[in-house]
């Protein structure tokens, strides 16, 4: 769920409504089974620059291509192909 998760692309706030299918994120939250919460969102592959929303703080951060969007619930696929 990622109805409020700070969300941020090319270091530009953003919105989750802005993310598409096929695009690539990092998702920071809190996980439970297969689900996360998240607390942050980065929209579009690091190009080197330092991560100022993405941090280890103990949550767990998982990255993957967007596969289904469903209001603030996005499908995200990694490339294990776990969904």
Do not use: Y
């Not at 299918?21 to 920071?28: A, E, K, L, N, R």
């Amino acid at each position: 769920n990622a109805g409020s998760a700070a969300v941020t692309k090319n270091g530009t706030s953003m919105t989750v409504g802005d993310i598409a299918i096929g695009d690539t994120i990092m998702v920071q939250g809190m996980l439970r089974g297969t689900s996360i919460t998240a607390t942050a969102i980065r929209d579009g592959l690091p190009h080197g620059e330092p991560d100022t929303i993405v941090q280890g703080n103990g949550q767990p951060i998982v990255g993957g291509n967007i596969s289904a969007v469903n209001g603030s619930t996005l499908t995200m696929t990694n490339k294990s192909n776990v969904s």
